[in-house]
């Protein structure tokens, strides 16, 4: 028998086929909880990535393309373009007027300023604002509407739409509509491209993006006049490059986000006081797109009723003079207030926003303290893991007097037939001297049978009913003749000289129990070689650095001795969890007593052979860990060995079993994420950096069991699979004891491949 027996249910309470199969259709709870959980994060983390513009292609796909469908009146016309009828049309903007625009905003810091700026010499500007910035910072909008100033859309993620599907077109503009309507209740009219800045920059693949923009009421808005401020030039060169020609209109393009605008804010408060000493008026593109308005206006009045011989009237609509640089409010002509519908949608895109941007910088942080302890782990086992080597392998080491005396090895076995003849005889081939007590749990398979045929001497066979492996091991410790008790598995073969390692620790009277190194003996499976890495390095290298700490969380059910007396002591083996052999070993701590590791004691044990059952196992392992550290928990305000693993081990145990691994696939997830949404390059090189550390713990652990390395070559791909799963095990198993849910024991399929090992033998 081994730790996976089940026990059998009671006939009269055995659901029917059709009701088992429905009961399975039906997720439980507690998964449904978990899918809830992960969808919810992966939905934050996506739309945190599409929120920094880090989603797509942030770059102009092309630069070279040809203009030959875009109309000649179009590039020879002024910075304003719109469509009436489906003819394009563009507006200047009339001289000695300035049209200050900004892009790639809102930014917290350097937006801010500008506004500042703006306020402070009493002139409007226009905003061409990114969707996901808005998000981001809806007070910064809230306050550049407030103040009079005009916006218009920059798309949400600044892509450029030249090359972009239409259904990506229109969801880059709805979607900065929808977070304008959550940030200041509006809309606006007006537009301008990425990478767009005269209106050379159309060509054959913007063209019909403009014309459907334009279809939509959209107003295209170019610049003629380019700060390009962006470059860094220095102030005196950015005031220069502002300054239109000639006194005539200018749309000026500077930016208050996407980089150090220091220059920008330093450069606009003289250019405002130069531009104002030259006779020029501040206005927004509609305020400009009016003045236009009224001068065709009036032009086409004074030609006709010169037509008639009349004299020309005075024209309406002329700029206002030099000082009274905000027109009377045609600045925000371009705004319309969102209907229901859209504001509601805008706010609640910025509820998502907010949650991504708490959410996702706290679990970093975490993250961050999770993976400093885990490398900090790796070292510890490193440092602990050499200084063990060290002290166990003096020459002049010992436990005491050497331990000659017969010992009682319980074999536990429940319906194991496959395996019984290769444990019992490998345990015939012992060097030292044993009993062999022989468990029957009820068996139906002829395991008692088998084991009683074999012949064998020293051994004994016990017959009782199903009652679990915890009973077994009791019933076999009230039957054992000596002072010292083996426990093993049933499907595990020791070496010859196993026995006589184990029980060496013995010699010192504080040991009460001893932990052996178990192996997997069918490792030639791709999912045996993951679980022979994991028990060579998470397990055997975890029990040295437990080993010197005092502090041994477990003793392996393959492998462990007991003394008899201090087994019977603490209630024997508990069936109250579901890892007893934690459980036993926590007891004994809280006993007084000193739980040691042999690591030259090796035990080959079948682990399981498919992903089915190797979950259902580490589930209930997982499980029954928690079970354990629970019902001890008071051992953190004991005195003595007690407090001492309540306050030392206990933390461990929790910290790198439990809390640990639930964040760790919240590490691979963000290297996920950082490798698409960040830094391909960087994202991997660190992720390579944190195998290659693991490789050199790997590396060292096998080292010291002297194992074969070429098992090693499996880690990456161990890495990216097997680890995941073993995660989500622990996520399961922490999510139903949240829930309270209940976990029965689970037998495991047998085959019987490990045989009995020769001594000294490697790999099987």
Known sequence: MNRNQVRPQRRHATPSRIERVRRQAVPKPRVIIALLLLLGLVSVMLLDGYLRAEVGNDQRVRSDASASKVPDSVFAGGPFLSFQGGTARTRSVPDKTIVLTFDDGPD?????????????????GTFFLVGSMISRYPDVVRRMVDDGNEVGVHTFTHVDLSYQSAARVTREIAQTQLALAGAAGITTTLFRAPYSSTNDAIDNYSWPVYKKLGAMGYTSVFIDTDSEDWQQPGVSKIIKWATPKSGKGASVLFHDAGG??????????????????????????????????????????????????????????????????????????????????TLWEGRALLGAVAVAEWTVPGLATVLAVVGVAVLGRFAMMLVLARRHYRQRNRRRFSWGPSVTAPVSVIVPAYNEKECIANTLNSLAA????????????????????????????????????????????????????????????????????????????????????????????????????????????????????????????????????????????????????????????????????????????????????????????????????????????????????????????????????????VFAPLIDVFTVYAMIFVDFKASLLAWLAVLLVQLVCAAYAFRLDRERYRYLLMLPLQQIAYRQLMYLVLIHSCVTAATGGRLRWQKLKRTGEVGTPAPGTGVR
């Open 108 to 124: 917290p810091e350097w937006t801010q300023k500008v506004l500042d700026i703006l306020d402070d010499n009493d002139v409007p």
């Open 430 to 661: 012992s060097t030292h001297p044993i009993e062999i007590v022989v468990v029957d749990d009820g068996s139906t398979d002829g395991t008692a049978e088998i084991a009683e045929s074999l012949g064998l001497p020293n051994v004994r066979v016990i017959r009782q009913p199903n009652a679990g492996k915890a009973a077994a091991l009791n019933n076999g410790v009230r039957h054992a003749r000596y002072d010292i008790v083996v426990m093993m598995d049933g499907d595990t073969v020791f070496e010859p000289d196993t026995v006589q390692r184990l029980v060496q620790p013995f010699g010192d009277p504080e040991v009460g129990a001893v932990a052996g190194n178990a192996k997997v003996g069918n490792r030639s499976t791709v999912i045996g070689a993951w679980q022979h890495i994991e028990y060579v390095m998470g397990f055997n290298l975890d029990r040295r650095m437990y080993d010197l700490l005092r502090c041994m969380p477990t003793i392996p059910g393959a492998i462990g001795a007991f003394r008899r007396d201090a087994v019977l002591a603490v209630g024997g083996m508990s069936e109250d969890t579901l890892a007893e052999d934690t459980d036993i070993t926590i007891a004994l701590h809280r006993a007084g007593w000193r739980v040691v590791y042999a690591e030259h004691a090796r035990a080959w044990t079948e682990a399981p052979a498919s992903l089915g059952q190797l979950w259902r196992q580490r589930y209930r392992w997982s499980y029954g860990t928690i079970q354990a550290l629970w019902k001890h928990r008071k051992s953190v305000t004991d005195r003595g060995p007690s407090g001492r693993f309540g306050r030392v081990g206990m933390p461990l145990v929790v910290l790198f079993q439990i809390v640990t691994p």
């Open 260 to 341: 150090n605008r220091a220059q920008t804010l330093e450069a606009l408060p003289q250019y405002i006081k130069k531009m104002k000493a030259k006779g020029y008026t501040f206005t927004t593109v509609s305020g400009a797109q009016q003045q236009t308005q009224g001068q065709q206006a009036q032009g086409q009045q004074a030609q006709g009723q010169q037509t008639q011989g009349q004299q020309a009237q005075a024209p309406q609509g002329t700029p206002a003079t030099a000082g009274d640089t905000r027109q009377s409010n045609p600045e925000q002509a371009a705004h319309r207030t969102a209907d229901t519908a």
